[in-house]
């Protein structure tokens, strides 16, 4: 049905619609903890892990992961449109926590793990543990992005569930950040590859026992039943109903300018902390300081994004980081110069936190304009690209900090020359500024709340039309 045609029957209204309780919504984001635990400790301890452990060539390494994160970039699409085809009597959306979570905890603890072999036999277990399991990293978050437009359309409850999933995230890094090393090396009790293998043990369960409660507690709503022998869009018209919509690109093009910024800060943090600070250690103190302010910016988020918009509040933190990221070319290397980067982190932080979660509401909003503009659901398809951006943003961030390292002749182990601290500087501070800028594109994210709540009542309508396969008892 096109987008403009009247329809005779009438307008189910929002507040009709059934709310979502507490529990559900923690349902829908419970899984971004454990997620966000698997994704970290890849960042942070895997290459640690092949070199000390496995004793494979960092060399090696280096090209097995771009190698294979650029594969699961691609990868994630396909996967995102065959979810959208497909349909089991347990649901379309909540089938996959469960089909994807179990063999997902299993792989990372198999690629934590050293194996009883020789050096090429760990290699190639390396290889194919490692690409198992960053398969699935990449396409784990599609059925959790996909479901929430089957499972609300309240633009207020998708704020909340947005909040409730930041919170989960942070939940995981910083389980990852402050706890894994004194966990490896307490259940090691002096063999640290035992106990690596054992923490990854305990978080595969979690991550098993979490997606078996997820799958049983999320109810989708709006589900519609097609016709067995109504043909299944091609991949060019998915692609095409996703590309001239333009909220998706702005989302796209906004997701990706945020990864790649975070990413060259985050692989020459570390680095700018122990040559120009001289203490490394600062590494876990800056963690708790953007924590803090950040979750007190989620808290709050709803009534800033009420006050300002979904838009303006995110574009608030775009502009914050703009502004505040060269600031750092200009502090000195003592503890005045470490106050102000503290009093920036928090400021920075904080107003990042007040559009996290409208965020999380805004690609929501996107698929359902997509359902509106061209009668196609593409919540799978659609969802697959944030793990295509964040897989590929990793592999191009990951490259440019190794590559900038080597620019600026950084020399590993000794005292850096001014020009390498200068670079450095320009790292942390002035390069993601740089790619940030390009998240200035959410200025022409115009689909409001207003226009939103009038797409959500045209969709209900459009609905009534057809068979609905509501699961929840409507």
């Not at 978050?141 to 409730?164: D, F, H, K």
Request: charged share 15%; aromatic share 12%; glycine share 10%.
């Amino acid at each position: 049905m096109a987008a403009g045609k009247s329809i005779s029957q009438s307008v189910i209204g929002e507040g009709e619609e059934p709310r979502l309780k507490l529990g559900e919504k923690i349902a829908l984001v419970i899984g971004s903890a454990p997620n966000t635990f698997h994704y970290q400790i890849i960042q942070m301890y895997l290459l640690f892990f092949y070199t000390d452990f496995m004793k494979i060539n960092p060399a090696f390494i280096a090209v097995l992961f771009l190698v294979v994160r650029f594969i699961d970039a691609f990868i994630a699409p396909f996967f995102g449109a065959f979810v959208d085809k497909v349909k089991t009597p347990w649901g379309k959306y909540t089938p996959w926590f469960v089909l994807l979570g179990v063999p997902f905890g299993i792989a990372g603890w198999l690629t934590f793990t050293v194996p009883d072999l020789g050096e090429t036999g760990r290699v190639i277990y390396a290889v194919a543990t490692y690409t198992v399991y960053s398969v699935f990293c990449s396409i784990i978050t599609i059925p959790s992005n996909a479901v929430v437009p089957v499972v609300t359309r309240r633009l207020e409850e998708r704020i909340t569930v947005g909040q409730l999933n930041f919170l989960f995230i942070m939940l995981g890094a910083l389980l990852v950040q402050v706890g894994t090393v004194p966990l490896y090396k307490a259940l090691g009790g002096g063999d640290d590859a035992r106990g690596f293998s054992l923490l990854m043990a305990a978080v595969a369960v979690l991550t098993v026992f979490l997606s078996i409660y997820q799958s049983a507690k999320v109810k989708e709503r709006y589900v519609i039943d097609t016709n067995s022998d109504e043909k299944s869009p091609s991949l060019k018209q998915m692609l095409a109903a996703t590309f001239t919509n333009k909220y998706a690109v702005i989302l796209y093009v906004y997701m990706f300018a945020s990864a790649i910024s975070s990413g060259i800060r985050s692989g020459v943090q570390i680095h700018f902390y122990k040559y120009f600070f001289d203490n490394e250690s600062l590494m876990a103190l800056m963690g708790i300081v953007a924590l803090v302010p950040t979750l007190f910016g989620v808290a709050f988020s709803q009534r800033i994004i009420r006050r300002f918009g979904l838009k303006q509040t995110v574009l608030a933190g775009v502009v914050a980081n703009l502004v505040t990221c060269p600031i750092i070319l200009f502090i000195p290397a003592n503890n005045t110069g470490l106050i102000i980067h503290i009093a920036v982190t928090c400021l920075t932080s904080l107003i990042g936190g007040f559009g996290t979660p409208a965020q999380g509401a805004m690609m929501p909003a996107a698929i359902d304009y997509t359902e509106w503009k061209s009668g196609l659901k593409l919540n799978g398809f659609m969802s697959s690209f944030n793990g295509f951006i964040q897989t590929f943003a990793t592999a191009l961030s990951g490259a440019i900090a190794a590559g900038s390292l080597t620019l600026i002749g950084y020399v590993p182990g000794v005292e850096q020359g001014g020009s390498t601290l200068f670079g450095l500087r320009v790292l942390v501070g002035v390069l993601p500024a740089v790619f940030g800028a390009f998240a200035i594109c959410m200025l022409w994210f115009d689909l409001n709340e207003e226009k939103q709540r009038q797409i959500f009542r045209d969709l209900s309508e459009r609905r009534k039309q057809q068979t609905y396969t509501e699961s929840g008892g409507m």
